[in-house]
């Protein structure tokens, strides 16, 4: 439960590289999400390069914390592989990534590219990437410059026991 309850997005970063070997953990941890009828439909996109980092900020305000981070992973899927659950499987990839980077110290933040065309536009020319590559999601990566509380999240409201009920008999 500690894992879950200590990820939180981490979007300022020291200077510190990720090693490579650490990259490769948190890889092989996206390799293990379940993916229907199990076609593993991923590819990603590993980038360490300082100057794409810095344009990838520039370019998509929403990944502005790429300017301070040493690495990032762009999750794609295979559209040819699986033409209707690739966002499904990215998705569930995206969370390991970010909990096998929780568990080892680094901070990340999800962000979003899928399903906002301009951003799929943005990456897929940026990263020539072949018609059935679809970029989903871009993980910010680093080893954490802030401290963030665990805020109590659990909702009893929003859990249904065997059917949603009418408000009045709740
Ligand atoms: C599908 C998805 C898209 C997100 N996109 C962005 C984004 O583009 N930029 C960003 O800074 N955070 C993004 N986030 C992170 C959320 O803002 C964050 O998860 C939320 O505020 C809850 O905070 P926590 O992750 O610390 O628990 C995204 C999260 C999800 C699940």
Not at 86 to 91: N, R, S, T
Request: charged content about 25%; proline content about 7%.
């Amino acid at each position: 439960m500690d894992l879950f309850a200590t990820r939180r997005s981490i979007r300022k970063y020291t200077s510190q590289e990720v090693e490579g070997q650490m990259v490769e953990t948190l890889l092989k941890a996206a390799f293990f999400a379940p993916t229907a009828r199990n076609l593993k439909p991923w590819h990603f996109l590993v980038i360490d390069d300082r100057q794409i980092l810095t344009e990838l900020a520039e370019e998509f305000p929403t990944m502005s914390m790429l300017a301070g981070a040493p690495l990032a992973i762009v999750v794609c899927g295979d559209s040819e592989i699986s033409e209707d659950f690739w966002p499904d499987d990215c998705a569930a990839a995206t969370q390991n990534i970010l909990l096998c980077a929780t568990q080892n110290g680094l901070g990340s933040c999800w962000c979003a590219v899928y399903p906002r065309v301009e951003r799929m536009e943005g990456f897929v020319e940026k990263f020539q990437m072949p018609e059935q590559i679809k970029p989903y999601s871009l993980i910010a990566l680093g080893y954490p410059d802030e401290t963030k509380q665990t805020p109590e999240r659990y909702d009893p409201a929003r859990v249904h026991y065997n059917g949603f009920k009418p408000a009045a008999e709740q």
